[in-house]
């Protein structure tokens, strides 16, 4: 059925470490990608996003590109911060439609 | 608003009362949704509404679940009596169209003793 999987956490790095959070989805068609961020003790926000294949989501130094070859949309970053500590949630839609979200992902930085 | 607005923040009630959670969502937006998010786990999507009407409500765990949106803005779920596995955050999210994303609230956390 229609799903998402994210790597287990946490991911534990040390400042400047590149990260990658994999994701793969399961779903009918072409949906949109999405990778959203839940900072300790705030809401969900949209980190970036991929509307179809190979395109390249990118914000604050993440990227991520959509593969619709391996159905995947890897979350990426070449040099990690302290405030890059949060969970990370891979996630797609069709249109309007709802999302469908992955467990999560957290991501601890140290210095 | 400048956000989506959920209301209250906190809510702790007894097992088998009934509660009503807002949500205010972006002026403008004609999609509303509502997620629950357990401790550990991913949003699960719960209702989806385009204007007034509920486009899709598959997601609703059982009968005790309902939401509204009666004037196609404000929107109200209620959960009648209340079980401890209804424990979670509860999120809203609006949307104002194809490709422009969703913007969540901060959610209701709610506990349920």
């Known amino acids: 059925g229609d799903s998402v999987t994210q790597m287990e956490g946490p991911v534990t790095l040390s400042e400047e470490a590149f990260l990658t959070i994999n994701c793969t989805y399961t779903a009918t068609g072409y949906p949109s990608l999405f990778w959203y961020v839940q900072y300790p003790g705030e809401g969900l926000q949209l980190l970036l996003k991929a509307t179809k294949a190979d395109d390249k989501g990118s914000n604050k130094g993440f990227e991520a590109t959509y593969r619709k070859e391996t159905t995947s949309f890897h979350l990426e970053k070449g040099s990690v911060q302290v405030s890059d500590s949060a969970v990370y949630f891979c996630?797609?839609?069709?249109?309007?439609?709802?999302?469908?979200f992955g467990t999560g992902t957290r991501l601890q930085v140290f210095p | 608003g400048a956000g989506v607005s959920q209301t209250p923040s906190n809510k702790v009630t007894e097992k088998g009362k009934y509660v009503e959670l807002r949500c205010d969502p972006i002026?403008?937006?004609?999609?509303l949704y509502w997620y629950r998010q357990s401790l550990g786990q991913g949003p699960e999507f719960l209702i989806y509404?385009?204007?007034?009407?509920?486009?899709?409500d598959s997601g609703l765990p059982n009968d005790r679940f309902f939401a509204v949106r009666p004037e196609g803005s404000v929107s109200t779920l209620k959960i009648q009596r209340t079980e401890r596995g209804d424990s979670a955050v509860y999120l809203c999210a609006s949307s104002s169209g194809t490709g422009h994303g969703y913007t969540f609230g901060s959610g209701t956390r709610l506990t349920v003793v």
């Open positions: 002026s403008g937006h004609t999609a």
């Open positions: 509404f385009q204007g007034t009407g509920a486009a899709d």
């Open positions: 996630a797609w839609s069709y249109n309007t439609d709802k999302l469908i």
